[in-house]
Each structure stands twice: as C-alpha cells, then as structure tokens.
Antibody, heavy 117, light 107 residues
Framework: QITLRESGPTLVRPTQTLTLTCTFS??????????VGWIRQPPGKAVEWLAH???????RYSPSVASRLTIAKDTSRNQVFLSLRNMDPVDTATYFC?????????WGQGTPVIVSS | DIQMTQSPSTLSASVGDRVTITCRAS??????LAWYQQKPGQAPKLLMY???KLQRGVPSRFSGSGSGTEFTLTINGLQSEDFATYYC?????????FGGGTLVEIK
C-alpha cells in the first residue's frame, strides 16, 4: 500500500522560503519508472502541477514557478523535498505530494500553507 | 503549455442521471489524459487514465473516451457519492496541466 504524507510550516511570511517534506512508503524512488511530485491548490481553485522528480534524478518544473522552485530527494529516507523561494500571498494553497510518472495514482492528504505577514 | 478546458464548469444532476463532462486540449495529446475526482476537504483521486482505463477500485459506472484534443468522462447512473469536482489532466508533455474542474452538484 502506497502512502504519502506532507509536512512543513502552515504559515510563511512573504519573501521567505517554504520547505516541505514528503515522506512516502510502499515504493522506492530507487526503482526504475518511479516518480514523485508536488501539486498545489489555492483555496477554491483548481489544482496546479508544480514539479516532479524521478528515480534517475531527472527533475521537471512548471515554468510558472521554475525560477523559485527546487525539488530534491533522499532515497535512503524515502523523502522528497520542495523548496519554494520568495513566497508571496498568491502561493497560499494546499500542497499535495503525489506518486506516479506523469499521472498521479496516489496522493497525500495535503498540507495547507498560508503566506501572510 | 497545453491548455485544458473543461465544460461545463458546473453541472446540476440527480441520482440516477447519466452525466458527461468534456475536456478539450489546446493541442493534440494522443490518449495521454487522466481524470480525477475531488470531494471537499480531500485530495483528488485518480479515476481513469489513457483515457478509458479504469483505475482499480473505481466503479464501472465511470467511463472515459476520446483522443487527440477532445475527451469525455461519463458517469452512468449517478450515485450520491459521485457529487464532487472532476478534473482532467494531460500528460502528453511537460508542464503537466489540469483543466479548471467541473463541479457536479445535486439538482
């Protein structure tokens, strides 16, 4: 059974860096054909894909956040990290960790992030 | 970027109805399309991919079709637990993009 759980701060000040951790189980990011990514959903709005990292360390980013976003993994700890710099109130959203190569068959419950001074 | 447009944005229906949601891509994506269902306060859940393959555990009243630029998700015999928001997502190319969502509400 695959599980994913997001963790990180709920409140972030503008211009700060958001760091979120996804801790997963039920699969290994060392295995061929495995990917983990991040998706966010602003309150009352649609979901938006942000980034993905693959078993071979290939990384893909949404152009909308690519200049501010870094995704990384620690396969020994079954964790994937998201770092989003220069946070703005428009980044207020629930952030989801997902598994899958290009579509997402498992999701974490999501973690809310509010950007406010 | 490939833009995904869903219609309608809101759909009012009754239990037992047949419901169809359309998703259009701004360029051809072959059959690389997935559908998700999201209920309030929950993460989206994968329903269909490629786009007619049913994710395991999803009831057979859900079906998907289409290729190229036009796709549909059909629910045959709407159940009370199906009232939710539905999203399509293309995975033909990066960036991966979602439609704006279709809310299926009780008439």
């Amino acid at each position: 059974q695959i599980t994913l759980r997001e963790s990180g701060p709920t409140l972030v000040r503008p211009t700060q860096t958001l760091t979120l951790t996804c801790t997963f189980s039920g699969f290994s990011l060392n295995s061929h054909g495995v990917g983990v990514g991040w998706i966010r959903q602003p309150p009352g709005k649609a979901v938006e894909w942000l980034a993905h990292i693959y078993w071979d360390d290939d990384k893909r980013y949404s152009p909308s956040v690519a200049s501010r976003l870094t995704i990384a993994k620690d396969t020994s700890r079954n964790q994937v990290f998201l770092s989003l710099r220069n946070m703005d109130p428009v980044d207020t959203a629930t952030y989801f960790c997902v598994s899958g190569m290009r579509f997402f068959d498992s999701w974490g419950q999501g973690t809310p992030v509010i950007v406010s001074s | 970027d490939i833009q995904m447009t869903q219609s309608p944005s809101t759909l009012s229906a009754s239990v037992g109805d047949r419901v169809t949601i359309t998703c259009r891509a701004s360029q051809r994506i072959s059959h690389w399309l997935a559908w998700y269902q999201q209920k309030p306060g929950q993460a989206p859940k994968l329903l269909m991919y490629e786009p007619s393959k049913l994710q395991r555990g999803v009831p057979s009243r859900f079906s998907g079709s289409g290729s190229g630029t036009e796709f549909t998700l059909t629910i045959n015999g709407l159940q009370s637990e199906d009232f939710a928001t539905y999203y399509c997502q293309q995975y033909n190319s990066f960036p991966l993009t979602f439609g704006g969502g279709t809310l299926v509400e009780i008439k």
